[in-house]
């Protein structure tokens, strides 16, 4: 299977613990995102790499989010601290890159679905 | 960012043609119009995209009048598995996807 995948699926933890997602995008996909969604709720973006380079950032990503692409690869998002309201679905997707008015088509994985206790 | 509006829910049943019309009024020259679609306990997933007048592919197709202001997604000949959430999504050269609350499609036998 080519798409992008997510480890773990779920995770449940306890509130103020740090928690680690990994996506790992379809291999000639140079461009990644995360959202979040919760229950009844459209996808939200989070934040978006090209390459290595974490190019925006949503206002949703406080300061105990933190998203990494060291190799312009996989990808990982920590929540550090985690709250109640941490609680959602992590979807990661990627794209290949394009030019400007290309709405390049974004091929999502299955997610991880984040229970906060 | 154009925001869309789109009805919340509908209901159909197999065999007939789904319409679901979304509204994006402040759509800019550089806006496309996209939609995604997505079932329960999984990411969305890319239908349909288009700029102006029409757009078929094997999914679906993608009817966009002149002025730019709505959209409608068209899907033949529904079937149970066709039951999900559609998004309608106005997107620009940047690289964020704005959903909305989606319309929750429901398919009856």
């Known amino acids: 299977d080519t798409g992008v995948s997510q480890d773990p699926r779920h995770k449940i933890t306890k509130r103020g613990q740090n928690v680690t997602f990994r996506c790992d995008p379809i291999s000639e996909h140079n461009r990644l995102y995360w959202y979040r969604q919760t229950l009844g709720q459209g996808p939200e973006f989070l934040t978006y790499f090209q390459n290595e380079a974490q190019l925006e950032k949503s206002r949703l990503l406080s300061d105990r989010f933190s998203a990494e692409r060291p190799k312009g690869s996989f990808s990982t998002l920590e929540i550090q601290r985690t709250e109640q309201g941490d609680s959602a679905m992590y979807l990661c997707?990627?794209?290949?890159?394009?030019?400007?008015?290309?709405?390049?088509?974004?091929?999502f994985g299955p997610g991880t679905r984040l229970t906060v206790l | 960012l154009a925001k869309t509006t789109q009805p919340i829910s509908m209901d159909s049943y197999e065999g007939q043609e789904v319409n679901i019309t979304c509204s994006h009024n402040n759509i800019a020259t550089n806006d496309y119009i996209t939609w995604y679609q997505q079932f329960p306990s999984q990411g969305p997933r890319f239908i349909i995209q288009?700029?102006?007048t029409k757009v078929t592919n094997e999914v679906a197709s993608l009817f966009i009048p002149a002025d730019r202001k709505s959209s409608t997604l068209s899907l033949p000949r529904v079937s149970l598995s066709d039951t999900a959430v559609y998004y309608c999504?106005?997107?620009?050269?940047?690289?964020?996807?704005?959903f909305g609350g989606g319309t929750r499609l429901m398919v009856k036998p």
């Open positions: 997707a990627s794209s290949r890159p394009g030019g400007e008015r290309l709405n390049n088509e974004q091929f």
């Open positions: 999504l106005v997107f620009n050269a940047g690289n964020m996807l704005t």
């Open positions: 288009g700029y102006k």
